[in-house]
């Protein structure tokens, strides 16, 4: 029977991990990703676990030995945040090229500088095209979720991609909520064997690893990996199917709240859209036809799914937890482009909030719904919430 605990989000990956019961796990501490792999040690230490986990002396060298125990044909796992992720910056390209089903969670939090241990996404949006799927968790429940589903995604035949778990840093990783967890037995019949591709240590059939790969086939591995990118929606709906009928818990590529009929629609990334969701029963039941989407799947960027949703609205309000130095930000930057060619462009407006873990609050959604209502979005103008100017 499926467990309710109050546990953080760290904890819930960690269990959902146990349950699951890779070949590998290699870490490096990094707050605030940190409470994942103390949890998983306790478990490989007790013994629940059969896992060889490795203790690095850097996060380039725990995506480095992942990298190398997955090409060996091993389930592997790590975990990071903030500049851990930076200096994997080079690994984690690799990773992805190689075709790699690794699975990472990452706790997102700032870049540096000035150093900042709190939440915000320009960790994940820095490798957004270093060729990872990245999936998105609003609370501690949809990490745990995400992790399960995480292996069937990334080991698909018609994927063979690794697979990010990006939750906010300390807002999900150390904030404490009921958390429903599956069977350990339903977990590991859901995920299964691993389903390995040309194993390094099949030596009946050789491969080779990381040559160089000069202009005579780079350019066609490339393409490799976008066309494998282009397999991930169909995949993702396919076992997100299959985890709503051991969890009754439904996902899709867009987290879709009050969207039939509304006029207006916010469109945020990880843990704010709680906050949204809140703003808009509050606004809703002020008789404001107001909506949010969230998407779950970030990378590949599922533009034909924005344009279904987004289309021929009043007005669209993207929210940001990063910020793109002399260029749009990400998120607003990827929904602009995708609602280029809709039938019916609504008003656009873009917001950037909560750098550095700054609080997000009810006002500030209010805030920026009250623009969309007047029609004073700008679309080519950047605005922030809760800012000091």
Not at 40 to 68: L, W
Not at 217 to 237: D, G, N, T, W
Not at 241 to 254: P, V
Not at 369 to 388: P, S, T, V
Request: glycine share 6%.
């Amino acid at each position: 029977m499926p467990l309710k605990q109050a546990i953080t989000g760290a904890e819930a990956i960690a269990y959902a991990m146990k349950q699951i019961n890779p070949d590998v796990v290699a870490a490096y501490p990094i707050t605030p990703q940190t409470p994942v792999v103390e949890y998983f040690a306790k478990y490989v230490a007790d013994g629940v676990v059969d896992t060889e986990m490795i203790p690095v002396e850097s996060e380039h060298s725990a995506m480095s030995a992942v990298v190398g125990a997955a090409a060996a044909g091993a389930r592997a796992f790590t975990a990071t945040a903030s500049v851990g992720l930076a200096l994997m910056h080079e690994i984690v390209f690799i990773a992805a090229s190689l075709r790699l089903p690794i699975v990472m969670a990452v706790a997102n939090r700032a870049l540096s500088g000035p150093i900042n241990i709190h939440c915000d996404h320009s960790d994940a949006m820095a490798e957004r095209d270093s060729g990872w799927i990245q999936l998105w968790a609003e609370n501690a429940q949809e990490a745990y979720d995400f992790t399960v589903m995480a292996y069937r995604i990334a080991e698909h035949p018609d994927v063979r991609l690794p697979v990010m778990v990006n939750f906010d840093g300390f807002i999900i990783s150390h904030g404490v909520e009921v958390v429903e967890t599956l069977d350990d037995d339903v977990v590991k019949n859901f995920v299964g064997k691993p389903i390995k591709m040309y194993p390094l240590l099949d030596t009946s059939k050789p491969v080779t690893y990381g040559p160089l790969d000069l202009y005579d086939y780079y350019f066609e591995h490339k393409r490799q990996q976008i066309e494998a990118m282009k397999h991930v929606p169909r995949v993702f709906k396919e076992v997100a199917e299959e985890f709503a009928k051991i969890s009754g818990r439904k996902y899709d590529l867009l987290d879709e709240f009050m969207v039939d009929d509304a006029e207006y629609i916010m469109v945020a990334l990880g843990s704010t859209a709680g906050t949204i969701k809140h703003t808009i029963k509050e606004l809703r039941a002020e008789g404001k036809k107001v909506g949010l989407v969230k998407p779950w799947v970030f990378r590949p960027f599922v533009k034909s799914e924005f344009q279904r949703v987004l289309n021929a609205r009043k007005g669209v309000v993207v929210l940001d937890r990063s910020a793109s130095f002399g260029a749009e930000a990400p998120l607003y930057e990827a929904v602009k482009s995708a609602l280029y060619e809709v039938a019916v462009r609504p008003q656009m407006g873009s917001y950037v909030y909560g750098l550095g873990g700054r609080d997000i609050t009810p006002e500030h959604i209010r805030q920026a719904f009250e623009d969309a209502f007047k029609g004073n979005l700008i679309a080519d103008e950047e605005r922030y919430l809760g800012l000091r100017e």
